[in-house]
């Protein structure tokens, strides 16, 4: 495993770049909330000149989360609203840039069933936590993105999130642990301190 040390997100993503230049891997996704990270990304790609193929997964478009402050109160916020004109300008800035750009409901996440829980989603996102807590992020943007039809199965995709960035081959998320189908994480690139 590669694991390089990262001291932020832009650290980590020229780690990434590196090491997508170095092995020649050409499909990257990135998660951003809001569509910035991809923005940059993408401009470090066409400074270094890359071949890279990027993908953006936003998080679900017209979403209610409930987010809790620091006194306890409940808010609830529309993370990507589709209305927000500043939301449609990055999108439109990544879509000139000839970025793919998608929203994606995260697999990992349950079907909200009042007084119920899927056991086996959440046991998934905690044992990837386990190594980071970015890791299961990483793992949902290539589900999502082959979910959607950017990348075959089998594929070698390099997903980028807030706190690490892997290299594993893709797959959908009905087949994540088929025996022959599945995912692979082949490498933990870089991981933030």
Known sequence: ??????EDLKDLMLNTLNYAEQIKVENIVIFS??????????????EKKLSITLTVVLFPANE?????DHEGKKHEKKPNDLYDIELQKRILHLKEKKVNVIFGTLPFD????????????????????????????????????????I????DSVISI??????????????????PTE???IIDIISKVK
């Open 1 to 6: 495993m590669f694991a390089k040390p990262s």
């Open 33 to 46: 909330k809001n569509g910035q990270a991809g923005i940059d990304l993408q401009n470090m790609i066409e």
């Open 64 to 68: 209610h989360i409930i987010l809790v």
């Open 110 to 149: 349950n079907i909200i069933v009042p007084g119920t829980e899927n056991q086996i989603n959440i046991t998934i996102k905690n044992t990837l936590n386990l190594f980071s807590s970015g890791l299961q992020l990483a793992v949902q943007a290539i589900l999502i993105s082959t979910d959607q039809g």
């Open 151 to 154: 990348y075959q199965p089998n």
């Open 161 to 178: 999130v807030g706190n690490v960035s892997i290299l594993a081959t893709a797959t959908n998320s009905r087949m994540l642990f088929h």
């Open 182 to 184: 599945g995912m692979k």
